[in-house]
């Protein structure tokens, strides 16, 4: 059973910066991918940014160039900088760990952008 535990959101103001981390429990070696979603209020679920156990990197079009997914496989951990940030932004972002047995969710972290 893999467990996801997310840290780091909180307020900030339009422009500003925040570091989104996700630790893993439990995962077993193999192909997975992790990544991070969001669901604004009265929107569905909708991708960021995910990045598979090489490397490889996918984001949504609205955050190119302003968020910036890696990982750390020794410390189990994913992060999501995020910069340039905007009120469409705000959002609760939820964790995700992917493989061929499933999908793990995290509990979620509350982003806010305002002034």
């Known amino acids: 059973q893999v467990q996801l535990v997310e840290s780091g959101g909180g307020l900030v103001q339009p422009g500003g910066s925040l570091r989104l981390s996700c630790a893993a429990s439990g995962i077993r070696f193999g192909v997975n991918t992790m990544g991070w979603y969001r669901q604004a209020p009265g929107k569905q679920r909708e991708l960021v940014a995910t990045?598979?156990?090489?490397?490889?990197?996918t984001y949504a079009e609205t955050v190119k160039g302003r968020f910036t997914i890696s990982r750390d496989n020794a410390k189990n951990t994913v992060y999501l900088q995020m910069n340039s940030l905007e009120p469409v932004d705000t959002a609760v972002y939820y964790c995700?760990?992917?493989?061929?047995?499933?999908?793990?969710w995290g509990q979620g972290t509350q982003v806010t952008v305002s002034s």
């Open positions: 990045i598979t156990n090489i490397g490889t990197t």
């Open positions: 995700n760990h992917h493989n061929l047995l499933g999908d793990s």
